[in-house]
C-alpha cells in the first residue's frame, strides 16, 4: 500500500511540475498565438490547483495552515488571470498573474521553511 501513496504522489508532483511549465508557455504563448496560449494557460492553472490540493500538507500548526490556504488562493487568483484572457482584449490578465504568482511564490519559500521549524521543534 506504501509503494501506491509513493507512485501517487510522484505522479501527482510531475503533473504539477508540467502545471508550471505549461503556465510560463501559455503566459509567453500569449504574445504569438493569443487562442491557444490562453487555452494552454486556463488548463495548466486548473492543473495546478488541483494537484496542489492534492498535495498540500495535511495537519500543522496555524501558520503552516494559512501558507497552504495562501497557496490555493494563488492557485485560483490564476485560475483568474487564465479567464481574464479569455473574456478582455487588454492585458488586466497580467496583473491578477503577477499577484497569484507572488502568493505561489511567497508559499513555496515558507511552507519548506516551516514545515523544517515543526519538524526541528518535535
Not at 488571470?81 to 498573474?97: C, K, P, Q, S, Y
Request: hydrophobic share 55%; net charge positive.
Amino acid at each position: 500500500m506504501k509503494k501506491v501513496h509513493t507512485l501517487k504522489t510522484r505522479i501527482v508532483s510531475t503533473l504539477n511540475a508540467l502545471s508550471w511549465v505549461a503556465l510560463l508557455v501559455g503566459a509567453v504563448g500569449r504574445m504569438f498565438c493569443p487562442g491557444i496560449a490562453a487555452w494552454i494557460f486556463l488548463a495548466a492553472a486548473v492543473s495546478l490547483v488541483v494537484t496542489q490540493f492534492l498535495l498540500r500538507v495535511r495537519g500543522g500548526n496555524f501558520v503552516l495552515k494559512r501558507l497552504v490556504f495562501q497557496q490555493l488562493i494563488g492557485g485560483i487568483v490564476l485560475v483568474a488571470a487564465g479567464v481574464l484572457m479569455f473574456t478582455h482584449t487588454r492585458n488586466e490578465w497580467i496583473a491578477v498573474m503577477f499577484v497569484g504568482t507572488l502568493l505561489q511564490l511567497y508559499a513555496a519559500f515558507r511552507i519548506p521553511q516551516e514545515l523544517e521549524k515543526q519538524n526541528l521543534d518535535n
